[in-house]
Nanobody
């Protein structure tokens, strides 16, 4: 069992930045591909970014490429999402996800073994 706890959400003006963090419990963090998803009000949950166990591969939704960066620190059991040049359309609840499969699988299937509770990101215009 893996528990994921997101932090770092908040209110920011358009053009600003936020860094989300997701802390995972357990000793097997390095065995999981990790991802970030988001869900805006009235919309489905969408893939944002994913990173492989070894950090060698990253995947991004087209809408965030060049603005968001996913990273992980396996020693700290934490995955991060650096979000720059935020826009009002980035407003959503952001969820962290962990899966025993590959990060590529996370990016394509939007299915994961474990999910965090979410953190709200609001971007004002």
């Amino acid at each position: 069992q893996v528990q994921l706890v997101e932090s770092g959400g908040g209110l920011v003006q358009a053009g600003g930045s936020l860094r989300l963090a997701c802390a995972a419990s357990g000793r097997t963090f390095g065995l999981y591909g990790m991802g970030w998803f988001r869900q805006a009000p009235g919309k489905e949950r969408d893939f944002v970014a994913a990173i492989s166990r070894s950090r060698t591969s990253t995947y991004y939704a087209d809408s965030v490429k060049g603005r968001f960066t996913i990273s992980r620190d396996n020693a700290k059991n934490t995955v991060y999402l650096q979000m720059n040049s935020l826009q009002p359309e980035d407003t959503a609840v952001y969820y962290c996800a962990a899966d025993r499969g590959s990060a590529d699988k996370i990016s394509r299937s939007s299915i994961a073994d474990y999910w965090g509770q979410g953190t709200q990101v609001t971007v004002s215009s």
